[in-house]
Structure formats: C-alpha cells, structure tokens
C-alpha cells in the first residue's frame, strides 16, 4: 500500500508525486531538483506530525512532472519523469523484494527491532564506554545489570557467571553489550573472520612470538591507544547510528538482494551526511592502523620492529609514513595475517573529494562524481552506502583486535583475573569475547 504525496519545488515550480510505501510514520527525504538543482530534504510524515520540507512544499493540484519512491525499509525506483515507461511496475518496494525465508525474515526483524527503539539504544556504547573510562563502577554496575534491556539479557545469556568483580570484568561485559548492540547490521563472514583472529592473537600469547606481543600491547598501553580507540570507536559507532533508519533499506538489500540493480535507489539517505560518516571511519582506521601493522610484523616475522622491508623502531617508522592513506596502503601487507579487512578499504579520491567540497549527484540517477585533481571515482548512492557499511565494518575489525590485545595486557602484564566464563552465544556458530 502506498500513499500518494505531492510536492511543489519552491524555486523552479517542478512538480513531485511521492509514493511512499506505507511503514513508517515518518522518514527523511533527501533528493536533488532535476531542473534547478536545490537540495530538497526535510522529514515527512504519514500521520498528522508536522512535516519540515527544506525548498518545497506540499500542493493538492494532482498535476506532476516526476515520481519518486520513498520507503523506510527497502530500496526504490530511482526518480523518474512521469511518462518514463522502464517504471512501469507500480508494485510497491516490498514487493519487489521481500519473499518468505525463515532465517532472512529473522534477521530482517533484528534490524527493525533495533530501528523502531533506536532512540533508547543509539547512545549506550557511548554511555558505558565513558562510565569504565572514568572508573564509575558503581553506576556502570547498574547499567550492565538493568532487566528490561533485552541486550543486557542478551549478554546474561552469554556470559556465565554474568558478575562484575574486577576492572576486566567490567571491560569484557561493556564490549559483549556492545557487541549485542552492532551485531545486526555484521555480516556473517566478519563474525567468522573475528573468531578466527582471536584464535591467531591467543596463538600469538602462547607462541615463540610471546616475548613480541608482550611487547607491543605494553607500547600500545603506554600510548595510550586501548583508551583512544574505545573512545573514538563509540563516537563512530554514535554517528553511525544517527543515520541507521536512513541506512535500512541498505541493510535490507543485504538480506534480500533480488531486484537490486541500476534502476534501484534510496530517498532516505543523504549523500553529504553518509560522505562525513566515511571520512569519519577513514580517518579512524588511518589513526590506529599500527594495532594491525604490529600484529602483522609479530606474527609473519616474529619480531614487532621487523618490517617487510627490514627492521625499524617501531613507532619511529611509522610516524615517517606521513599521510594516513599511506600507513593504511603502505603499512598493510596484503598477504600477512591481519590484513585481509583492511585491504582496499580506503579509497583516497573519495577522502580527498570531500575534503575540498569537489564531489556532485546526479539527481535521476544518483550517480555521485568524486573528484580529486586529475583522478575521477564514479559510484551510485546504493553503492557508495554498501562501501560506507564495508569501511565501517573494517573499523570495527580494528576495534575488536584493540579490544583483544587490551584484555590480554591486563590479564598477561597487569596480573587482573576475569570472573567470567562464557557459554555459546544462542543461535551462533561462533563465540566472540
């Protein structure tokens, strides 16, 4: 079922006929005037909700020069002129997509569950990340420890017994909570590769490589990156979840990804916002880059100080690497251990392009042009979204071996001992923590 919206272009006149698919009561519209170029953007509403419409506004004459799609949980048709007959099929979104499997239904559910509570949810990573940064146990007890949260009992259920006795105790239940939080949206082949890293840093501990990694995560504390990346990672994973109802129909696409093609689209997600988000994550993964290049130096030579290209100090030579595209292109050896999630990760045209506001839409296709000095990178909306989700995810890897060589500092160097033991996570093949 669709309602049938109409909209005027306050400069130009052009007029818009909306069908949105009903969902929602209300969305984000973000699209371009194909004949004055304006940004029309704003929130809109199904309901009686005061609708704010940046360079349009609602008309009642039927009369229409374009149509646009709009739906809070699958892709659309891409705008197109009201005579336009490769648009045809008037079935709505969810038609065009959804079809009955258990398991996808199930993981389609997970997303709209996290959607439609997203408000009480979007903060907590932030929240407890701070409350163990500043040592405010006692709260952060009360926290970790509320009955109505469903992914509190979420980590109940894999951590047993679920107590809080110690700092690593404390670490090790705000990242399972964490965990819980994000773990929709990951693909099955990240769990699957995390599980398998956690295995090779533990072979690391345990190996002749010992002495080494001891090593490195007593420099890693003293720099005080454990701290660093907690803390950025939750101020990433905060903007990330700003614009998670926007990206739903992406996630969707994932699970159902029938009909995905050119003519396909997405009127909930704004390109200028989702550019920052990538810059976000770039720039992250470019700051703590060298927790991968001293797990690859460990483990494939054996020697934190052993480069591929022969031994340096450690810190010394990566801080000659001066621009953070470099130590992420130049640092990360494609074939080593760790490498695999971040190479090709960051694209530096793209980076660049939105550095210097060099970067445009097309409004009909949704074809964004990214321009850095002579270089040229071309990608649709949907794509460029898909590429924003896949440096997100590498910035999460980097963040779960952080994680993994923090609580081996506290257990190996500092002596802390966790009360917890963990059972199999319900309904998973593989256990993360």
Same mark, same amino acid.
């Given at each position: =079922? ?23 009561? *209300? ?6 005037? !194909? ?14 909700? +005061? ?18 799609? %709009? ?7 891409? =705008?197109?002129?009201?005579?336009? &007959? ?6 709505? +979104? ?65 951590? *047993? ?34 599980s398998k890293y956690i295995k090779d840093i533990v072979a690391c501990f ?12 007593? $420099? ?7 701290? &660093? ?19 739903? +129909? ?6 159902? !990804? ?11 997600? *704004?390109?200028?916002?989702? $550019? ?57 050896? !494609?074939?080593? $251990? ?21 970067? &445009? ?5 949704? =074809? ?10 071309? %990608? ?17 890897? %980097?963040?779960? %071996?952080?994680?993994? $060589? ?17 059972? =199999? ?9």
């Amino acid at each position: =079922m669709v309602i049938n919206k109409f909209l005027a272009c306050n400069i130009c006149d052009t007029r818009y006929r909306v069908r949105w698919e009903v969902g929602r009561n *209300d969305a984000t519209l973000y699209f371009k005037c !194909p004949c004055c170029g304006v940004s029309i953007r704003g929130n809109s509403s199904q309901g009686d909700e +005061p609708e704010t419409i940046v360079n349009a506004h609602p008309v009642n004459e039927k009369r229409y020069d374009y149509i646009l799609e %709009l739906s809070t949980d699958f892709l659309v048709n891409k =705008m197109h002129k009201a005579n336009d &007959e490769r648009f045809d099929d008037l079935r709505t +979104p969810f038609l065009r997509t959804f079809f009955f499997d258990e398991e996808k239904i199930k993981l389609f559910s997970n997303i709209m569950y996290f959607a439609n509570n997203l408000e009480k949810y979007k903060n907590e990573i932030d929240v407890v990340t701070s409350l163990f940064q500043h040592r405010s146990y006692a709260h952060l007890r009360k926290k970790m420890t509320e009955e109505d949260n469903p992914y509190i009992n979420l980590c109940k259920k894999r951590i *047993d017994p679920y107590v809080f006795k110690s700092n690593i105790d404390f670490l090790m239940g705000v990242h399972q909570y964490s965990v819980s939080l994000i773990e929709n949206i990951l693909t099955e082949k990240y769990v699957i590769q995390v599980s398998k890293y956690i295995k090779d840093i533990v072979a690391c501990f345990l190996g002749k490589e010992s002495d080494e990694i001891r090593k490195f995560v007593l $420099l890693l504390a003293d720099q005080k990156v454990f701290d &660093e990346v907690d803390k950025k990672y939750s101020t990433l994973v905060n903007n990330f979840f700003e614009q998670y109802r926007a990206l739903v +129909p992406i996630f969707v696409s994932r699970i159902f !990804p029938k009909n995905v093609d050119e003519t396909q689209g997405i009127t909930t997600l *704004d390109s200028e916002i989702l $550019l920052n988000l990538y810059k976000k994550c770039y720039e992250f993964i470019g700051e703590f880059v060298i927790v991968v290049i001293g797990l690859n130096n460990i483990a494939t030579r054996s020697k934190l100080d052993a480069f591929k290209d022969g031994e340096h100090d450690f810190l010394n030579h990566i801080s000659s690497i001066w621009s953070k595209y470099n130590k992420v292109t130049q640092g990360i050896v !494609p074939e080593e $251990l760790f490498s695999e999630p971040f190479i090709n990760c960051v694209d530096n045209v793209i980076r660049n392009s939105e550095a210097h506001f060099n970067y &445009e839409m097309d409004p009909m296709t949704q =074809m964004i042009t990214f321009k850095d000095k002579n270089k040229t990178k071309k %990608l649709y909306l949907v794509d460029f979204a898909k590429d924003t989700l896949n440096i997100f995810y590498s910035a999460t890897v %980097l963040w779960e %071996l952080s994680y993994q $060589l923090h609580k081996k500092y506290r257990i190996i160097c500092l002596g802390e001992r966790p009360a917890f033991g963990h059972k =199999m996570a319900e309904g998973r093949k593989y256990k993360w923590n």
